[in-house]
């Protein structure tokens, strides 16, 4: 399988019909946003793993002390900078920045519009069509009108699980390649 990119997070196109039912649409958003911890989870052992941390308990306690993900990013950002100042390797450094930013971004966007939404229904000639959407008071998520910026269905939910899932374990392969080379480091350059 190729690896993900960021339009792979991008919002898909409004679907036409809606689910039959309102409770799989929150099961799916349920699955998801369980999914999403697992992403913060690897992201958290990363930032430990970035600082070079021999308490990866502490690090993960920092990581999650603050709130939103664009604050947690911005402190691996951070991290990784310092790293890779100072510790060049192109390779990892650009697939951080691949992994944590460019995927980051919008993966974190469709999170949120998963976690804020709300389960509508749409009363048609042929049946009840249920959708996720942004809630009416979002002014980012709807225009003027009131259309909606997103329409998922428990369909394109599970989609965006699964590549939740798929995304934590490049996390995790990242946070392993960047411990293995570390630990081919002088010991001293290690404890620095």
Do not use: C
């Not at 036409?16 to 992403?39: C, F, M, P």
């Not at 939910?157 to 392969?173: A, M, P, T």
């Amino acid at each position: 399988m190729s690896p993900l990119t960021p339009e792979d997070f991008a919002v898909p196109s409004i679907p036409e019909i809606g689910d039959r039912r309102k409770d799989k649409i929150h099961l799916a958003a349920g699955r998801a946003i369980h999914q999403w911890e697992y992403v913060e989870q690897h992201l958290g052992s990363l930032f430990g793993i970035l600082l070079g941390t021999v308490i990866p308990m502490g690090a993960l306690r920092v990581y999650g002390a603050t709130t939103g993900f664009s604050v947690r990013q911005q402190m691996l950002m951070q991290a990784a900078e310092v790293l890779f100042h100072y510790n060049a390797n192109d390779d990892l450094h650009t697939e951080f920045l691949r992994i944590v930013k460019r995927i980051g971004d919008p993966a974190s966007g469709r999170r949120n519009d998963i976690a804020h939404g709300l389960v509508i229904r749409e009363h048609r000639h042929d049946r009840m069509h249920y959708f996720l959407v942004p809630s009416y008071h979002s002014a980012r998520k709807r225009d003027f009108d009131s259309t909606p910026a997103y329409q998922y269905t428990s369909k394109e939910i599970e989609d965006f699980r699964n590549k939740y899932r798929l995304l934590s374990g490049d996390i995790h392969r990242l946070g392993v390649a960047i411990s293995d080379w570390r630990a081919t480091w002088p010991k001293k350059r290690r404890e620095q």
